[in-house]
T-cell receptor, first 115, second 111 residues
Framework: DAGVIQSPRHEVTEMGQEVTLRCKPI?????LFWYRQTMMRGLELLIY????????DSGMPEDRFSAKMPNASFSTLKIQPSEPRDSAVYFC?????????????FGSGTRLTVV | DQQVKQNSPSLSVQEGRISILNCDYT??????FLWYKKYPAEGPTFLIS?????DKNEDGRFTVFLNKSAKHLSLHIVPSQPGDSAVYFC??????????FGTGTRLKVLA
């Protein structure tokens, strides 16, 4: 298995532009998570999907952020309009069953820089 | 308010010695704890876990200790190797999908 695949690896964009981050979870995993990593706050959960349905989006910072999971093999995180404070590394992770205790499998992340 | 705290941003240890990484939490409902290791330009990878019904879990060179009364857990790496140099995150859950992560500790093992 190729693991969780995220694209792009790096994204530099200008303030006000739309940014779309993509994620392909591990086949068969029914839970998908988007996390954001910053120096000050560490890894923060943005949104959790289970069986393609958003279950918890309480971590999404504001209305500029939106996430979709149209099918079991693809998810997007969109920021529109982007702002410099959105600069961070965004991780997607998937899990077969969070209750197994093995945690999540993370992708390699997308480093977003908004200038 | 950070519910999971890793107060040491960095730690340097000589190869062969013990590395001790600490993590404190505030929520007494947390009952499952994980440690992740992260190399540069990669995602975090699962390292070891511990349930609140235990106070110790061991996996090779890695041992996690849990002190529930102090709301403290620690990761011991013995002996430390240069390949262990990475950022280590602890994470806690109250029995749900939602893991709260700390800010990480950067470990550097000196050869």
């Amino acid at each position: 298995d190729a693991g969780v695949i995220q694209s792009p690896r790096h994204e530099v964009t200008e303030m006000g532009q739309e940014v779309t981050l993509r994620c392909k979870p591990i086949s068969g995993h029914n839970s998908l998570f988007w996390y954001r990593q910053t120096m000050m706050r560490g890894l923060e959960l943005l949104i959790y999907f289970n069986n393609n349905v958003p279950i918890d989006d309480s971590g999404m910072p504001e209305d500029r952020f939106s996430a979709k999971m149209p099918n079991a093999s693809f998810s997007t995180l969109k920021i529109q309009p982007s702002e410099p404070r959105d600069s961070a590394v965004y991780f997607c992770a998937s899990s077969l069953d969070y209750r197994t205790g093995l945690g999540y499998t993370f992708g390699s992340g997308t480093r977003l820089t908004v200038v | 308010d950070q519910q999971v705290k890793q107060n040491s941003p960095s730690l340097s240890v000589q190869e062969g010695r013990i590395s001790i990484l600490n993590c404190d939490y505030t929520n007494s409902m947390f009952d499952y704890f994980l440690w992740y290791k992260k190399y540069p330009a990669e995602g975090p990878t699962f390292l070891i876990s511990i349930s609140s019904i235990k106070d110790k879990n061991e996996d090779g060179r890695f041992t996690v200790f849990l002190n529930k009364s102090a709301k403290h857990l620690s990761l011991h790496i013995v002996p430390s190797q240069p390949g262990d140099s990475a950022v280590y995150f602890c994470a806690a859950s109250a029995g749900t999908y939602k893991y709260i992560f700390g800010t990480g500790t950067r470990l550097k093992v000196l050869a």
